[in-house]
């Protein structure tokens, strides 16, 4: 049981959990992505096909375009997780960018009847936050990016 504990075996049996762990959520997001893809895909069908004089679509635009956006930020989700197996970092960029579509789909989506428009201002004020945030980070990788081609 000490040898368990020892740093080296430690970080090891922390390694594999983490590996088992993004290899479990990579799975269960292909899943999660293929099931709204087919929900997707039989809601658009049943809207095409069943016409109305009032026009083609049952569902409005917005919770069409929200249905895409969440397969977007699904793939997004796994492109993280991926990107977290092939280097065994979290790239913060990726999770910037995740974010920002999830308010951005918010933002698309917002139904003023429903919210007030304290809620409009919190998105607004998030998507600037996380689209500063984004440039830095851009600002920061491509700097990095330059001192290592000049050390190279």
């Known amino acids: ?9 430690f970080m090891r049996l922390i390694h594999l959990v983490e590996n088992v762990v993004s290899k479990v959520l990579s799975i269960a997001l292909v899943i999660v992505i293929c099931v709204s893809i087919f929900d997707l895909v039989i809601i658009l069908g049943k809207d095409l096909l069943t016409t109305e004089p009032v026009g083609f679509f049952n569902k409005t635009m ?7 956006l969440n397969i977007l930020i699904a793939l997004e989700l796994l492109e993280n997780i991926t990107a977290y197996l092939r280097k065994h970092i979290v790239q ?10 999830a308010v951005a789909r ?21 998507a600037l936050g996380l689209s500063a945030s984004y440039w830095l980070i851009r600002q920061m990788n ?3 990016n330059q001192n290592n081609d000049r050390h190279d």
């Open 106 to 126: 918010k933002i698309i989506i917002f139904d003023p009847a429903k919210y007030e428009k304290n809620d409009i201002i919190a998105l607004a004020l998030a």
């Open 62 to 68: 917005l919770e069409i375009f929200g249905l895409f």
């Open 142 to 144: 491509m700097k990095s």
């Open 92 to 101: 913060v960029e990726l999770v910037v960018v995740t974010a920002l579509i």
């Open 1 to 9: 049981m000490k040898k368990i504990f020892k740093d080296d075996n």
